[in-house]
């Protein structure tokens, strides 16, 4: 039981062939609690028949007092009837291999489902084999595209999108790494993945596994989910906050494998149809990027950008605070006084950080430079998105 009483939860995310279903099994068969494991497939997991002492539907019960339940309807209506009808020490949900973790954590967060817990650990298992092959490949997966429109509900469609894309999600979200499959990657190749991940989630608590064999304490009753600052504290917010003192420039000294990252930035708008061109011509051995930027010509509206592997997206981030009525800003500026405000253009700027291995960094830099105006710069109507629900992809 959590400190606040909740039942603690792990969720278990991971692109399929990472070692999921392996790594429950493992945590199955080695408990010291009452596990009760919701997966999308019991036929995957395989437990010693010895010790299943029940099978009733689609609930495994064994021997050492854990439950596997098969995840057939929506999830919030199966954590529910779990908290009413059994009895157990921790929750393990398996998220889909094609879905992104956050939505279904947000579930036990905010969901009319949380009452009865406490989110204690998000957990994404790779395939350190395949891992860096798999993000800067142009390999697709139908993925389940997650949303919770409404309180208590998860919804999900289906899209088509880059899998490096969905791992450095899965990644960036994390509280504990574990890096599965060592015993089939090489020693340099286990410490090039791990210097990655570390650079595209530094907040993440690295562990080693073969045949996701792991000390459950890794994984259940860790305490690391921190709702405050999950979302604070991805590479993006990491790169900024320590370029600000050595010149938009960071490279950890304990980087053995040349992965490294840098910050853009500006206080002039990019050109569209330049900057449209850059993201198609995008530059080698960037990673992870991602950022906000100011297009001219649009003065009130800013734009989140977003790459992973192949895929680059733009959308619309929100509205520039400096585009608001006076009173308005006014407003919004005593309730963010750390806001990065200059006299002349507000809070209108571009910054993008870049994470890589083997960048041109003074080419990206230069490149960028180029696709810059100035304010008054008139711009043929663009092709990026200037409603929400629209996007920019290349």
């Known amino acids: 039981m959590s400190q606040s009483g909740g039942t603690p939860v792990t969720v278990l995310s991971g692109a399929l062939g990472a070692g999921k279903t392996t790594t429950l099994d493992h945590l199955l068969t080695n408990a010291d609690r009452r596990l009760a494991v919701l997966v999308n497939d019991m036929g995957e997991v395989n437990i010693d028949a010895e010790l299943v002492a029940n099978r009733d539907g689609n ?76 993000v800067e490949g142009s390999e697709t997966v139908e993925a389940d595209a997650v949303a919770r429109d409404r309180p208590g509900r998860v919804d999900r469609e289906s899209e088509t999108r880059p899998l490096g894309e969905l791992l450095v999600a899965q990644v960036e979200t994390a509280d504990v790494v574990l890096l599965n499959k060592c015993d089939l990657a090489g020693a340099d ?8 991940v ?36 991805d590479a993006w917010t990491h790169a900024v906050e320590h370029a600000e003192g050595d010149g938009d420039h960071h490279h950890d000294p304990a980087t053995e494998y040349g992965v490294e990252s840098f910050v853009v930035r500006a206080r002039r708008p990019l050109d569209p149809e330049a900057f449209a061109a850059f993201l198609r011509e995008f530059p080698d051995g960037v990673i992870r990027s991602k950022g906000i930027v100011w297009l001219a010509g649009e003065a009130d509206r800013s734009y989140h950008v977003e790459q992973a592997g192949p895929s680059r997206r733009v ?80």
């Not at 960028?368 to 109507?381: A, K, N, W």
Request: with cysteine; proline share 4%.
């Open 59 to 134: 609930v495994t019960e064994l021997s050492n007092g854990c439950i596997c339940c098969d995840l057939r309807d929506d999830l919030e209506v199966e954590v529910s009837r779990l908290a009413r009808e059994r009895e157990f020490d921790h929750l393990v949900v398996e998220s889909s291999g094609i879905s992104e973790p956050a939505p279904v954590a947000s579930l036990f967060t905010t969901g009319a489902a949380s009452a009865p817990y406490e989110l204690d650990t998000l957990v994404t298992v790779v395939d350190t084999s395949t891992f860096r092959e798999t």
């Open 315 to 394: 959308e619309v981030h929100g509205q520039w605070i400096a585009g608001l009525e006076p009173s308005r800003q006014e407003m919004q500026r005593r309730m963010h006084p750390d806001l990065d405000w200059d006299d002349e253009v507000g809070d209108r700027r571009v910054e993008l950080v870049f994470i890589g291995k083997g960048m041109d960094e003074a080419a990206i830099r230069e490149h960028i430079e180029s696709c810059l105006v100035d304010r008054e710069t008139s711009v043929e109507p663009h092709e990026f998105p200037t409603e929400a629900d629209e996007t920019f992809v290349v």
């Open 189 to 196: 190749e286990v410490d090039a993945v791990a210097d990655l």
């Open 198 to 233: 570390a650079s595209l989630n530094p907040r993440a608590h690295l562990v080693r596994a073969e045949h996701g064999q792991v000390d459950p304490a890794e994984l259940l009753d860790s305490g690391r989910f921190d709702l405050d600052t999950v979302s604070e504290t």
